[in-house]
Structures are given as structure tokens and as C-alpha cells.
């Protein structure tokens, strides 16, 4: 029944010091951390983390070319890749920023959870009580986009199954991961 994702809190999280508190809204929902560490992430990991495919880019250029057009701005991308390898590079230069602390959290439903925690992936439309909404919610897509850069959101969780799997391989070696102790949320589960 455990899952396991990984949640990074990027550099602009480590540098507003709010990394305990993001931290323990993880934990106060009952996950388990099994992997906790704080890296610069060189060019290759960042390229790893976000790589480019057919499938998201397409999904990024009609999202973006839907809201240049609701708002009757003229859309600066011929196609999907080029958007796609704008917004991979944007990411890669943020995420080498400055350090990074990557954790792996386990728990049930701990992917749907760590979403549900963190918000929106734009900041401005996160809910309060919300990691975004609480501490990043000036943050929006019109500002990234007038700034030429990605979008500051404080931290990353991952989506899926498929890309925990991924991403945590990425980030972490085995011997990083210890699930071999019980939480109190684990023996209350037990009972």
C-alpha cells in the first residue's frame, strides 16, 4: 500500500528558509521521510530531472498558446519543441540556482498526498493552506513570462508513479533510502 515520491524544495525554498516548514507538512500528514539530502545539481541531473518529450512539450505549447491568445498577445513560439527546449533550459538554469534538498517521502497515497500539500503548480491560484499558496502566491505564469523565466514555485513533487520512480533513481542511490523504521502514523495505521 506504500508509494513513494520524491519532493524537491528548490532554490528559491531553501533560500526564503522555509524548508522546516515545508518539511513538516509532510510529516504532520503522516509520511515518512527515507531519504533526505541538500545538492547542487550540475548541469546533467538538472537535464535528467527535466527532460524534454514529444508529450509534454505539446501539452506546454496549446497551454501557453491558449493563454497568449485568451489574453490577444501574440504567441513567440513556432512549435511545440521549441517551447518545450525553452522552458527544459529555464528549468535546468533554476534548478542549478543554488542547492536543492531533495527527500523522498513513503507513505499511502503519499503521491496524491505530497500534490494535494504543495498546490497548483502556479502559485497565484494555489489555495491558501497550500506550500505555494501559504508562501509563493505572488508568483504567477504573467510574471514568469514577462521576466523570460521559469516559474518560482518553491518546490517539486512527483506526479506519478512512473516519474517517482524515475526521479527518486535520480536523485538517490539505494543505500540512501531507509524505510526500515516505523513512524507513530505507521503503528496507529497497524492497529
Known amino acids: 500500500m506504500d508509494e513513494r515520491t520524491l519532493v524537491l524544495i528548490k532554490p528559491d ?3 526564503k528558509s522555509i524548508s522546516g516548514k515545508i518539511v513538516s507538512r509532510f510529516e504532520d500528514a503522516g509520511l515518512k521521510i527515507i531519504g533526505m539530502k541538500m545538492v547542487y545539481a550540475d548541469k546533467e541531473l538538472a ?4 527532460y524534454l518529450n514529444e508529450e509534454w512539450a505539446r501539452n506546454v505549447y496549446e497551454k501557453t498558446k491558449k493563454g497568449y491568445d485568451e489574453s490577444g498577445k501574440k ?6 519543441l521549441e517551447i518545450g527546449k525553452t522552458i527544459q533550459k529555464w528549468n535546468m538554469e533554476f534548478l542549478m540556482e543554488g542547492p536543492v534538498i531533495a527527500i523522498v517521502f513513503q507513505g499511502p497515497h503519499a503521491i496524491e498526498i505530497s500534490r494535494k500539500i504543495i498546490g497548483s503548480t502556479e502559485p497565484r491560484t494555489s489555495p491558501a493552506g497550500t506550500i505555494r499558496g501559504d508562501f509563493a502566491s505572488v508568483e504567477s ?3 514568469a513570462d514577462e521576466g523570460k523565466r521559469v516559474l518560482r514555485n518553491l518546490i ?8 517517482a520512480k524515475r526521479e527518486i533513481a535520480l536523485w538517490f542511490s539505494v543505500d540512501e533510502l531507509h524505510s526500515n523504521y516505523k513512524t507513530v502514523h505507521e503503528l496507529i495505521l497497524e492497529k
Do not use: L, M, Q
Not at 47 to 50: A, F, G, L, S
Not at 75 to 80: E, L, Q
Not at 156 to 163: E, K, M, W
Open 13 to 15: 525554498g531553501v533560500r
Open 47 to 50: 537535464e535528467n530531472h527535466y
Open 75 to 80: 504567441f513567440p513560439y513556432k512549435d511545440h
Open 141 to 143: 505564469y504573467a510574471v
Open 156 to 163: 517539486h513533487a512527483s506526479d506519478s508513479t512512473a516519474s
